[in-house]
């Protein structure tokens, strides 16, 4: 079945230190997203691509980047890792930019110390 | 995107349907109203969509008004594993960037 994974899991860094999360999906979709969510908010939107090559800033980008070289993956770096990025990150994607629905991966906890 | 307002939380007996209203008087003709769910921190999940008609899946019925300024997620039959965030969404069909709000706390008890 077609899947959205994000990887790893879990981990913790330190301050300072550069971070990539990955995000794979199988769908083909051409939408990706990344968000964050800390404890007890709402997700807000970090950075979202609508195809290779594109990308483009969220809400709260100060800090992430991203890149999208193909259509399956979309990783999120922070280059100077901060304690206040720490946090659950969820990555999504949905087919195309008109009217569907978004699937979401299980989400990264990043621990910054 | 037009902002919604939710209830903070509400609680629902077990095999009963739950009812979860949702107001979003700015709403423009454009924007439709989405549903998603997140289970205790787990990457949230799709439930429905609806532009201005009723609509019903197999997990919910969504019921928007007339003026399309409020709707209401109905699940017809709670059980505990439908404890959950509920979030409610308006969003352009273009661009599915969606904003999150803080959602609806639903307590399904036995």
């Known amino acids: 079945d077609a899947e959205i994974t994000q990887s790893p899991r879990h981990k913790i860094t330190e301050t300072g230190r550069q971070v990539t999360l990955a995000c794979h999906q199988t769908w083909n979709h051409n939408n990706m997203f990344w968000y964050r969510q800390d404890l007890g908010h709402g997700l807000r939107l970090i950075h979202y691509s609508y195809g290779v090559q594109d990308t483009n800033k969220g809400e709260v980008s100060d800090g992430y980047s991203v890149s999208r070289s193909n259509t399956e993956d979309l990783p999120l770096t922070l280059e100077s890792a901060a304690s206040s990025q720490t946090s659950v990150y969820f990555c999504?994607?949905?087919?195309?930019?008109?009217?569907?629905?978004?699937?979401f991966g299980q989400g990264t906890r990043l621990t910054v110390v | 995107d037009a902002k919604t307002t939710q209830p903070t939380s509400m609680d629902c007996a077990e095999g009963r349907a739950a009812n979860l209203p949702c107001n979003h008087s700015t709403i423009s003709g454009n924007e439709y109203v989405y549903w998603y769910r997140q289970i205790h921190s787990q990457g949230p999940q799709y439930i429905i969509h609806?532009?201005?008609n009723n609509e019903t899946n197999e997990m919910a019925s969504l019921i928007i008004t007339e003026d399309r300024k409020s709707s209401t997620l109905i699940l017809p039959h709670a059980t505990l594993r439908d404890t959950a965030v509920y979030y409610c969404?308006?969003?352009?069909?273009?661009?599915?960037?969606?904003?999150f709000g803080g959602g609806t706390r639903v307590l399904v008890k036995p």
């Open positions: 609806g532009l201005k």
């Open positions: 999504a994607s949905s087919e195309s930019r008109e009217n569907t629905e978004a699937f």
């Open positions: 969404i308006v969003n352009r069909a273009a661009g599915n960037k969606l904003t």
